[in-house]
């Protein structure tokens, strides 16, 4: 059973750095995209930009490029997402998705991880 | 302001039909295949329709999906309460960047 497992739920202060996590598992990790999408509360999806686990190419939407960083590390088949410095306006919930190699769908989500930012 | 356009609300009686519209161009929905995602309250989005028209096994034949030019639909027949959700359409606009509809809320009255 392909799964996407996020790391819990965070509570940080701004101005503070943040690493969140995706693992991969039932699937060849390195196989598939990896893509963040942002939710922010009560609004729609938006797109981070995306890593291919095999040889760590990476994507980042323009909104998003210099914010974020999206890295992972294919030997425990797991992705990151990560910010050096956190605002108030990244408060959101984050999901980790797999885009199939040859594919064009985002076929499997991860449950999701919710960041709060607050003073 | 999301790439693509949906309705923001659709609503309709047990057992009806609906049809949710996503507009878009031909830099993405005009020369991509177009998926569709059903978001249930607190839960994570989940693939509904995928290469237009395709169901992922699992999912009934009640969903269907299909696209003309730069635009897309998602129809669902004989509704259910347990329908009741937000529908986002997506699709890319470059070969790695996703673009995604602002998200339909579907009440079943």
């Known amino acids: 059973e392909v799964q996407l497992v996020q790391s819990g739920a965070e509570v940080k202060k701004p101005g503070e750095s943040l690493k969140i996590s995706c693992k991969g598992s039932g699937y060849s990790f390195t196989s598939y995209w990896i893509g963040w999408v942002r939710q922010m509360p009560g609004k729609g999806l938006e797109w981070m930009g995306i890593?291919?686990?095999?040889?760590?190419?990476?994507t980042y939407s323009p909104s998003f490029q210099g914010q974020v960083t999206i890295s992972a590390d294919k030997s425990i088949s797991t992705a990151y997402l990560q910010w050096s410095s956190l605002k108030a306006s990244d408060t959101a919930m984050y999901y980790c998705?797999?885009?199939?190699?040859?594919?064009?769908?985002?076929?499997?989500w991860g449950q999701g991880t919710l960041v709060t930012v607050s003073s | 302001q999301s790439v693509l356009t949906q309705p923001p609300s659709v609503s309709a009686a047990p057992g009806q039909k609906v049809t949710i519209s996503c507009s878009g161009s031909?830099?993405?929905?005009?020369?991509?295949?177009v998926s569709w995602y059903q978001q249930l309250p607190g839960t994570a989005p989940k693939l509904l329709i995928y290469d237009n028209n395709k169901r992922p096994s699992g999912i009934p034949d009640r969903f269907s999906g299909s696209k003309s030019g730069t635009s897309a639909t998602l129809g669902i027949t004989g509704l259910q309460t347990g329908d009741e959700a937000d529908y986002y359409c997506?699709?890319?606009?470059?070969?790695?960047?996703?673009?995604f509809g602002g998200g339909t809320q579907l009440t079943v009255l």
């Open positions: 031909s830099s993405n929905i005009g020369n991509n295949f």
């Open positions: 998705a797999r885009r199939p190699a040859y594919g064009d769908t985002i076929d499997y």
């Open positions: 997506g699709t890319w606009d470059s070969s790695l960047s996703a673009v």
């Open positions: 890593i291919y686990p095999g040889d760590s190419d990476t």
